[in-house]
Nanobody
Framework: QVQLVESGGGSVQAGGSLRLSCAAS????????MAWFRQAPGKEREFVAR????????SYADSVKGRFTISRPYTKNTVYLQMNSLKPEDTAVYYC??????????WGQGTQVTVSS
């Protein structure tokens, strides 16, 4: 059974930084893409960042480009999201997901990020 466990969320002031981690288990993830999504109160879940199975290709939502960095060590079972220059509008529950070819079939429980002005 696939399990994704996020950690690293918390409260920070605007301009601060946080680093989210997602530990995956239950199968080999060497051929699976991994991504971060977020959902703010009253809003739909939205894409934040993605890294492909090799760790070499990444993509970002325009709203976080230049501030957030997704990375995936060689082991490929862990993915990080380094978030810098945080803004109040980044406040959301952040979810880790994994899948193939843009379809994500497994999700974590989420970690809360709160950015105060």
């Amino acid at each position: 059974q696939v399990q994704l466990v996020e950690s690293g969320g918390g409260s920070v002031q605007a301009g601060g930084s946080l680093r989210l981690s997602c530990a995956a288990s239950g199968r080999s993830f060497s051929r699976y893409n991994m991504a971060w999504f977020r959902q703010a109160p009253g809003k739909e879940r939205e894409f934040v960042a993605r890294v492909d199975w090799s760790g070499a290709s990444t993509s970002y939502a325009d709203s976080v480009k230049g501030r957030f960095t997704i990375s995936r060590p060689y082991t490929k079972n862990t993915v990080y999201l380094q978030m810098n220059s945080l803004k109040p509008e980044d406040t959301a529950v952040y979810y880790c997901a994994t899948g193939i070819a843009g379809s994500y079939d497994s999700w974590g429980q989420g970690t809360q990020v709160t950015v105060s002005s």
